[in-house]
């Protein structure tokens, strides 16, 4: 034991720095909605073995909004059980996870037989990248995703082949792109690494039999319904810009040879395939939506751009682990077939191991510099965890919902005291927030009619159990229309021009810069 643990110290120290930099403060940011809805649905498997719409063990879970892959609910049950229906509960999972892939990478290129300097290089390149983190301190199914997948090809590749149809399998129930990334990188690792005939079908038969419940989904369930909804082909967009220069000249024969949706599309999947690869998605600003990157540090650091470049030359002129290759090139095929998935970091997520692997094959490469390229990726790093923790919350405030946490706790702390709670559904769904943060136990959600529009008390909205309402106030937020015994949450956005004569206000929820967000109100009784 302690022979083992001498040799592997490097590995071991890495794996712990990264599981402190994902598991530090794992409450510094609020919780989002996706994050509060698979929260809630693990949550609700631990408490009744069915969802919150109460389908018992689903294979394909339908949330308010969509239908969603259950693995990641599924997974984190434990940390539910264990840290309790908050934001630890929530991102535990996937930050353990997001520490295994990046152990799972390890041993992948140990079996593809890379130099383990190389090896420690890469996955230290992936402990400190920003891409990496940010995606493993937070509730996304995509560091399920790829700790099951990249496990999973490494079982293939060492030829244990019922554990890699195991995970490979299950990995299909944790986000949309694996229906399609999973597939092609098994095909890429087999024409790789060969395997015998009968082993091939083996392989298969294991697969397919854990893959049957998602199958199904997949031909006669709802799997593809989001990609009907995110899908290039038939785009609003895409049509749309068809019909105008069709209608342009006509509908002419040569308009319709010219400009149809499957030109169209290609046109936009090559965009959005390129664009995977630029320098400002990379390293620049990254994902658009603030959640995602941090705009201010791109997924990758600038010092990394000439490390992958040198490395991807290496490799290929030394014509070996072209495997690494394919599994970059692989990569963004998932995310480009989709209308925004030219900087999607989320569907673009499996790219950060091969390119972390690159930059630490450039570096490798190029070690007499190697004092100055780390010193400047500390620097680097350095600046990414300055602004994370000094600035980064402040200015994303509002991507990560902040403030309904303290709304929905005082609702639970102080809602005996009032006939009934409205709660403003305008600023975001507040349903999900009220039930997360109330921890309501799921099955009062039996036969509940969500999305009502009925008259709440001269509102419209509709309630939960008759006390708990959630509605549109419009303008109509006035002490007139208020009724006594009642408390209000109002947003400031969706009520700039708040007449608080006649109200009391009971708690102002504001942001990091002290601005309000949210008022508890009650009409005045004076």
């Known amino acids: 034991m302690v022979k083992v643990f001498n040799q592997n110290l490097i590995l071991i120290v890495i794996l712990v720095i990264a599981l402190f930099l994902r598991t530090y403060r794992l409450d510094y940011l609020e919780l989002f909605g996706d994050e509060l809805d698979a929260g809630y649905q693990s949550y609700s498997l631990l408490m009744t073995g069915a969802d919150y719409k109460g389908n018992f063990l689903p294979t394909y879970v339908h949330s308010f909004s969509e239908w969603r892959a259950p693995g990641l609910m599924y997974f984190m049950i434990p940390f ?69 997948l990249i496990f999973g090809l490494y079982f293939l590749i060492k030829k244990i082949y019922f554990i890699s149809a195991l995970l490979l399998s299950l990995s299909l129930y944790t986000y949309s792109t ?94 959005n395939y390129s664009n995977a690869f630029s320098s400002n998605f990379l390293f620049n600003e990254g994902d658009v939506t603030f959640r995602h990157s941090l705009h201010q540090v791109g997924n990758l650091f600038w010092v990394e751009l000439p490390l992958i470049i040198i490395g991807l030359i290496f ?129 009062l959600l039996a036969n509940f009619g969500y999305n009502q529009d009925i008259d709440v008390d001269g509102f419209k909205g509709y309630c939960l159990q008759g006390k708990y309402c959630f509605v549109n106030f419009a303008d109509k937020f006035k002490s007139d229309n208020l009724k006594n015994n009642t408390l209000y949450l109002v947003s400031q956005e969706r009520s700039p021009g708040l007449d608080k004569g006649g109200l009391e206000i009971l708690k102002t929820v504001t942001n990091y810069y002290s601005q309000p967000i949210f008022y508890l109100i009650s009409k005045s009784e004076k």
């Open 178 to 271: 694996a229906n399609i990334l999973m597939p092609l990188l098994v095909i890429m690792t087999i024409y790789f690494y060969k395997i015998s005939y009968k082993n091939f079908i083996k392989f298969i038969i294991c697969g397919i039999f854990f893959s049957i419940p998602i199958i199904y989904q997949v031909f006669f369930g709802h799997v593809s319904d989001r990609f009907g909804l995110l899908g290039i082909p038939n785009n609003k967009d895409v049509i749309a810009e068809v019909n105008d220069y069709r209608n342009g000249v006509n509908q002419s024969f040569t308009s319709k040879i010219f400009y149809n949706k499957y030109i169209i599309s290609a046109k936009r999947i090559l965009f």
């Open 315 to 443: 490799v290929v002129k030394q014509k070996k682990l072209f495997w690494v290759i394919g599994f970059l090139l692989v990569s963004p095929i998932a995310s480009s077939l989709t209308i925004d998935g030219y900087n999607h970091a989320t569907r673009l997520f499996l790219l950060v191991f091969p390119l972390s692997f690159l930059a630490a094959f450039g570096f490798y490469k190029i070690s007499k510099l190697k004092y100055i390229l780390f010193f400047i990726l500390l620097f680097e790093f350095s600046r990414f965890q300055y602004y994370y923790w000094y600035f980064y919350r402040d200015q994303s405030w509002k991507w990560w919902h902040t403030g309904y946490k303290q709304s929905m706790q005082y609702i639970a702390n102080n809602s005996y005291k009032y006939q009934k709670v409205l709660m403003d559904n305008t600023y975001e769904p507040a349903l999900i927030r009220f039930l997360f943060w109330n921890k309501v136990d799921s099955r």
């Open 80 to 148: 539910i059980k264990i840290f309790g229906l908050n934001e630890w509960g929530v991102r535990m999972g996937p930050a353990i996870f997001g520490v295994l892939s990046i152990l799972a990478f390890y041993l992948l290129l140990i079996q593809i037989k890379v130099d383990k300097k190389i090896v420690l290089l890469s996955v230290f390149f992936l402990t400190i990248s920003p891409w990496h983190i940010q995606y493993s301190r937070a509730g996304f199914e995509i560091t399920l995703l790829s700790c099951l």
